[in-house]
Nanobody
Framework: VQLQASGGGLVQAGGSLRLSCAAS????????IAWFRQAPGKEREFVAA????????YYANSVKGRFAISRDNAKNTVLLQMNSLKSEDTAVYYC??????????????WGQGTQVTVSS
């Protein structure tokens, strides 16, 4: 599966952005999808994930209640709606995919990142 992330940009603190992860290749419905981010000088960290059929989601504590992950399997797309953005959300955001069990994901496939910058 090939992944393409988009939708990043510059936004003021308190604003919103919606990231998109478009997939091509093998059956999209076979893959759980996750978002990760990496801020300058920091390690990559998990943000959110969604199961193959979209029935289960999981969020990092730092974004819970502000971010929402969803998927449209007919369009081979996963969205990350980011609200109430903070300066600490500034990072390069990546989407990743895994076709294994939802409970024990190993993110084998990665897209290129999209930059999100939140100005305070």
């Amino acid at each position: 599966v090939q992944l393409q992330a988009s939708g990043g940009g510059l936004v003021q603190a308190g604003g919103s952005l919606r990231l998109s992860c478009a997939a091509s290749g093998r059956s999209f419905i076979s893959y759980a999808i996750a978002w990760f981010r990496q801020a300058p000088g920091k390690e990559r960290e998990f943000v959110a994930a969604i199961s193959q059929l979209g029935g289960s989601t999981y969020y990092a504590n730092s974004v819970k209640g502000r971010f929402a992950i969803s998927r449209d399997n007919a369009k081979n797309t996963v969205l990350l709606q980011m609200n109430s953005l903070k300066s600490e959300d500034t990072a390069v955001y990546y989407c990743a995919a895994d076709e294994g069990p939802w409970q024990t994901p190993v993110w084998h496939y990665w897209g290129q990142g999209t930059q999100v910058t939140v100005s305070s």
